[in-house]
């Protein structure tokens, strides 16, 4: 599969543990989106990085919440001392160069359930 | 501020039936909009993007900016359109999602 990839598909943690998600873009794609989706909710965006460099944070992305993409290929998604509202799934997307033509393709998604 | 409602949380409709898809937005600007679609254990995908005026799987969906509105429309449902349907924004260089639709096709 070549597709966007992420790890793990499920994880289930404690509340207060910290959490590390990593998503794996499409080879080549300099474009790379973090969403959170919620039951009953369309995605929520969270942040994106053009290469390395994170280009905007959402206001959802409480200080608990860090991303990176260090070399501007894989990305991870780090939520410390978790809280039971952070249960949600995780998706990541990435896209190749901007406007209007470019096509953002998901993961399928890192779901996490804080117990 | 940007903004995709999606009024109907389930849809269903017989097979054969047309079927559409309610969308509308909020955008101060020229809107890019898209709809995407999951069907069941398998990930989100783009369906179709109002620039191209394309069909795809027999689906269209007409931009009216009067009404603010893309709805996604297809004249003959299928049992395989049975999936979960997002309408979406392209704001800013991020992508803003309603609240999405089931459509549920019933034999």
């Known amino acids: 599969d070549t597709g966007v990839s992420q790890d793990p598909r499920h994880k289930i943690t404690k509340r207060g543990q910290n959490v590390t998600f990593r998503c794996d873009p499409i080879s080549e794609h300099n474009r790379l989106y973090w969403y959170r989706q919620t039951l009953g909710q369309g995605p929520e965006f969270l942040t994106y990085f053009q290469n390395e460099a994170q280009l905007e944070k959402s206001r959802l992305l409480s200080n608990r919440f860090s991303a990176e993409r260090p070399k501007g290929s894989f990305s991870t998604l780090e939520i410390q001392r978790t809280e039971q509202g952070d249960s949600a799934m995780y998706l990541c997307?990435?896209?190749?160069?901007?406007?209007?033509?470019?096509?953002?393709?998901f993961g399928q998604g890192t779901r996490l359930t804080v117990v | 501020a940007q903004r995709v409602t999606q009024p109907e949380k389930l849809l269903s409709v017989f097979k054969g039936a047309p079927v559409e898809l309610k969308c509308n937005y909020s955008y101060s600007g020229s809107p890019e909009l898209f709809w995407y679609v999951q069907y069941s254990r398998q990930r989100l995908q783009l369906l179709l993007r109002h620039i191209s005026r394309e069909s795809i799987k027999g689906f269209t969906a007409d931009l009216n900016k009067g009404e603010t509105s893309f709805h996604l429309k297809k004249p003959f449902a299928q049992e395989e359109d049975s999936a979960m349907y997002y309408c979406?924004?392209?704001?800013?260089?991020?992508?803003?999602f309603g609240k999405g639709t089931r459509l549920h096709i019933l034999p």
């Open positions: 979406a924004l392209r704001w800013d260089d991020k992508i803003i």
């Open positions: 997307a990435s896209s190749y160069g901007q406007g209007a033509k470019t096509e953002a393709f």
